[in-house]
């Protein structure tokens, strides 16, 4: 019984493995309508040769219909060679025209030549030679198409169209024409129904009011919306903006960008870093974060401002930028922070507010506020204000012992070619000074008090003192100068504090910034599924898009190309 039961499943085996052997049942072309019926062994050995009357010869495959002039038909092969006035209809979705086609009813693959139209409900395609497998229901040229659609007309030299999906893949200069913009691309997935375009290698998109390159991107052509997720640039208004990841939205006037940002103010020469950005066209305004710094230049040099978040406002010629809290800036003789700062271009003023220090060169100064203003002709430093509790402080470099200090109610000061070369002290000025002779002898401790000082700096450092008005005040020798009579009244030394080069403007917060990974430029993602879930958002403009009101893309809804066979 068991050996039985070994034979009989080995036998059913057998039959199986023998029935997936055969070749599938190939249906025949049938003849619809023939006409006149004529044969040429001599030409076409084994063929039936169909011509019309006062019709046209008709086949049937399968679902689909073929209308021509001439019919060559070999019955034995299944298959069929028509000429003349072709017109293929498969079912009400799909027609298409041409000259000639070659037709193979066994693998249901078609060869069409000679002014070829390919139609559906939303779009048109037009080539010279087109090849059609209705297995697959896909569509393929290498000779260069045109496809035209409600929105678009897109011409590449190579293009695939999947049936069923509704999607184009195109290659090798592929160009879309639209009343509003020019896209240019190397490689291009489109989908007739959204009109949604995914695009790879370098690609253009130029509107009106912008240009976009990237190496990778989506962009929804109805709305003219969409990002680029490599080596992506967006040209808007008077900027440039740069990064790994960017979004543009043109109904909104939006854009925004996340990490390795560069914003480029093509009007002003001033550069914005960071790694989240937003730009807002219609309001002229910017807003960056994540380790955010303005790069300007200030006479041959780099003044870098830095906070924790930075907002330029206002038209080309009217910027005012802010940096909110932890604000920093630095140039090669002049630094400081704050609590925030703010500049106007109008009025060439930059303000340092709360608890503001500025370093100049050796010379440490603070007071309730601090301002810089700048020569609007010429661009160059011209003038400092301290306001309240103006205190300035230098350590004694030569005997290393202690500090020089002076203090009043108000500071002013004159820079000369960008360097600050005079200071007036005015209002209950004290000084605390250490005096040297030319060979850096000790003298004396200078105090004084006086309603005004007026100091000549020199290299940064104090050249002439003069005290003005009544002053009271004496040289003492150290021994005489107790410790705690060294130091005036609200002296505060923030020298571990100081801005000594243009990375101690970040902290550790922004040096161990965890940037979020940017999918898709390496890792593949199926586009046909991204497609999908944007359809069943579709009346969602928020949603539907790569961004959340007005916030960074998604990097989760990212894209990776398939080669088109």
Not at 16 to 21: L, T, W
Not at 299 to 305: I, N, P, V, W
Not at 436 to 462: H, L, P, Q, R, W
């Amino acid at each position: 019984m068991y050996k039985h039961s070994i034979l009989f499943v080995l036998l059913l085996f057998a039959i199986v493995a023998k029935a997936q052997e055969q070749p599938k049942e190939k249906k025949q072309i049938n003849i619809i309508y023939g006409a006149n019926f004529t044969k040429d062994e001599a030409k076409y050995p084994g063929a039936s040769i169909f011509s019309k009357d006062n019709q046209q010869v008709q086949f049937e495959h399968q679902g689909a219909d073929l209308w021509c002039d001439i019919a060559i038909y070999y019955q034995k092969e299944n298959k069929l060679k028509a000429i003349g006035n072709i017109r293929l209809q498969q079912g009400d979705s799909v027609k298409m025209t041409s000259a000639k086609i070659n037709y193979d009813g066994n693998t249901k693959l078609a060869k069409a030549w000679g002014d070829v139209i390919l139609e559906n409900t939303q779009m048109t395609l037009k080539t010279d030679t087109l090849r059609l497998d209705r297995e697959k229901q896909e569509a393929y040229y290498k000779d260069f198409g045109t496809v035209i659609d409600s929105a678009n007309t897109l011409t590449s030299e190579i293009g695939r169209y999947y049936m069923e999906t509704k999607k184009y893949q195109f290659l090798d200069s592929v160009h879309i024409d639209n009343p509003d913009y020019i896209l240019d691309s190397e490689q291009l997935d489109y989908y007739t129904s959204s009109k949604n375009a995914y695009m790879y290698g370098p690609s253009t998109i130029v509107g009106e009011t912008y240009k976009i390159y990237c190496e990778r991107g989506f962009y929804d052509t109805k709305i003219e919306s969409g990002y680029g997720i490599k080596n992506t640039r967006i040209d808007y208004n008077d900027r440039i903006i740069e990064g790994d990841s960017l979004f543009f939205d043109k109904a909104r006037e939006f854009a925004s960008a996340t990490n390795n940002i560069t914003v480029t103010d093509t009007i002003n020469d001033g550069i914005i870093k960071a790694h989240y950005a937003e730009v807002f066209k219609a309001k002229d305004s910017l807003f960056a974060t994540k380790r955010a710094v303005s790069i300007s230049l200030v006479e041959k040099d780099s003044l870098y401002m830095h906070g924790d978040t930075l907002m330029v406002t206002g038209k080309a010629d009217e910027r005012i930028l802010r940096a909110f809290r932890n604000a920093k800036f630095y140039k090669t003789d002049l630094s400081g922070k704050c609590d925030s700062i703010h500049f106007d271009e109008t009025t060439g003023i930059t303000q340092l507010i709360r608890e503001p220090v500025m370093w100049n060169g050796e010379n440490q100064m603070t007071g309730d506020s601090i301002h810089l203003i700048s020569d609007l002709e010429t661009e160059k430093l011209d003038s400092l204000k301290v306001i309240n509790n103006a205190f300035i402080i230098s350590f004694d470099t030569i005997g290393k012992v202690g500090y020089n200090q002076a203090k009043g109610k108000n500071l002013y000061g004159k820079f000369i070619e960008n360097e600050l070369k005079y200071i007036d002290l005015v209002k209950n000025t004290e000084v605390i000074y250490y005096m040297y002779n030319d060979d850096d002898e000790f003298i004396g401790i200078n105090k004084t008090i006086c309603s005004e000082i007026n100091i000549v700096m020199a290299n940064n450092d104090v050249e002439d003192l003069t005290f003005r008005i009544n002053p009271d005040g004496n040289i003492f020798p150290e021994s005489e100068m107790p410790e705690n009579g060294r130091k005036l009244k609200g002296f505060i030394w923030r020298g571990d504090e100081r801005i000594y080069k243009k990375e101690d403007i970040f902290d550790d917060d922004d040096n161990n910034l965890v940037l979020p990974v940017i999918k898709g430029i390496t890792n593949p993602i199926d586009i046909d599924a991204e497609e999908e879930q944007r359809s069943k958002n579709e009346g969602d403009p928020v949603n539907n898009l790569p961004t959340s009101k007005g916030k960074a893309i998604d990097p989760k809804n990212k894209i990776t190309p398939k080669k088109v066979k």
